[in-house]
């Protein structure tokens, strides 16, 4: 996707949230247990100050939540927060340098695509939190978004913090993952300390197939369904593929 495509997803999922943050302040969201919606906004406008002082600062700064926002209204936080991101994003072309957690991309244009992705699923976790139909994730920010997943935060994670993997992929015979959304595919390989993912359907025999539409797929992997609801995933195979592939994605985004 190109950054001006991920700067508009971004403006359309935080005027939804946005207009669904005020609707329904202390109830609880069901995707993020111990949460009310005023605790999801309020985080939300935490992560957008945080990267706004990471590109303006060239590295993410180690103060967790920021500094000077206690007391702050979360509405008033949500707002300023936002427009401090985009101020930012303004001030710089996406291939100037900014510190961040992912090795490979040390760029502004990292940030530009991971606020996107993480205002949709804060989104949803917003429309779940009020009880409000889930506004359907464009195809292509799903399928970037799947993408961001299964290659910037998990196989990403098993390689720099192998260690941490070690209850879940120790005891692995080696497994393959194909998850399919819409027309785009991925080929998971897991093992011991091992976790990659190739693009498309693979050469070998899959373990576990997850398949559905984008949207579906993203939800389902960031574990954003709604309890009511038919997923619109289909699985097929071992329980135990699927626990493997969930319990690495947990550790990788928590």
Known sequence: MENSRFLDCLA???????????????????????????DLSRHVGQVYLHKTMAMRKGGEPDQWPPKGIEGEEPLALLDRAYADLLDEFDAHKPEDPSGTWYGPDQTVGFWIRRMAQETVIHRIDAELGAGQPVAPVPDDLAIDGIDELLKVFVAYSVQEWGEDFTDILDG????????????????????PGLFTVEDGPGDQPADVTVSGSPTAVLRW?????????????????SPEAVGELRRCIVLSTQ
Do not use: M, Y
Not at 21 to 34: I, Y
Not at 221 to 237: K, P, Q
């Open 221 to 237: 992997l960031w574990n954003r369904e709604a309890a009511h609801e038919l997923s619109g995933v289909t699985i097929e195979g």
């Open 172 to 191: 692995s015979p080696g497994r393959t993952h194909a998850v399919r959304a819409g027309n785009a595919a991925w080929s998971v390989r897991t093992g």
């Open 12 to 38: 359309a999922d935080f005027a939804r949230l946005r207009a669904v943050v005020p609707t329904a302040l202390s109830a609880e969201v069901p995707s993020c247990p111990g949460w009310t919606v005023t």
